[in-house]
């Protein structure tokens, strides 16, 4: 698993971080297929735990969220999030008043949650890489710290907790391998990589500091969220994208947070 691990981030991360330099269709086309994926997982689990998950419905949805977060310009944002929720609605309305479903609630809430994760929240990895300045810096900061954090919590959680620190776990019914000395290490590996990745970008070290903490901190509750989703449904992995990382859906749960965080951050800092 580790070798796979290390393969994986060893190919695959130098060819994510270039397109993250190049931008327009480079980094739209391969991005949004990723989350496309991952829509189409979440709606395999969903449906895994027993409720109407349609991703055919989504698909669209989705889509809208990602061509919308990479033109901004046009202001489009409301009227996608309006139409969207309304089009989960009267779903969920016509699976009830059809019978064709015992779980409508659920079903509903379900739904939005997609809209609100897999949409809004993924719109973020474009709207911060368009970015009137630095777009592509602050971009691969807030990515970089992102799987920085998570290696270094993965290393310390599977080959240093045993023999230096012991082991406690961090939450053990949603993700028993993820342990508190990992946490703490992905905080501080993470940090420590982006204040140094940010220095060598030229990019302002306060905030690169807070968006570190930021992102280590609170960016885990992305992966612990989807693990919930996966224990309920009974899978170990959302999917099979990349041997020893899971699926798409696994490899964005937290990078979409991370990239909210960091774009409303920016916005703060060059207002």
Request: net charge positive; no cysteine.
């Amino acid at each position: 698993m580790f070798v796979q691990r290390a393969l994986i981030t060893f190919t695959v991360g130098p060819l994510a971080l270039y397109l993250i330099y190049l931008g327009g269709w480079f980094y739209f086309l391969p991005l949004t297929a990723v989350i496309l994926l991952g829509v189409h997982e979440y709606a395999h689990m969903i449906q895994k735990i027993g409720w109407q998950m349609p991703a055919r419905l989504l698909l669209p949805i989705i889509l809208l969220f990602l061509i919308e977060g990479q033109w901004p310009q046009y202001n489009l944002l409301a009227p996608v999030m309006v139409g969207s929720l309304l089009a989960v609605m009267a779903y969920a309305l016509w699976l009830y008043e059809r019978r064709l479903s015992k779980t409508v609630p659920a079903d509903w809430l379900a739904m939005m949650g997609a809209v609100v994760l897999l949409g809004w929240l993924s719109s973020h990895f474009f709207r911060i890489r368009g970015l009137a300045d630095m777009a592509w810096q602050w971009t691969m900061l807030a990515m970089v710290t992102t799987w920085m954090s998570d290696s270094a919590a993965y290393v310390v959680g599977k080959f240093l907790t045993n023999k230096v620190f012991g082991r406690h776990h961090l939450a053990p019914r949603l993700s028993p391998n993820k342990t508190v000395e990992g946490y703490i290490g992905g905080i501080a590996f993470g940090v420590s990589i982006g204040v140094i990745l940010a220095s060598w970008l030229s990019l302002p070290l306060w905030p690169a500091l807070v968006m570190g903490l930021l992102i280590t901190i609170i960016g885990p509750l992305g992966d612990l969220a989807v693990s919930l989703l996966k224990r309920e449904a009974g899978v170990k992995d959302s999917g099979v994208l990349f041997p020893g990382h899971g699926g798409a859906l696994d490899r964005i749960d937290s990078l979409m947070w991370s990239v909210t965080m960091a774009y409303y951050l920016v916005l703060f800092v060059n207002r």
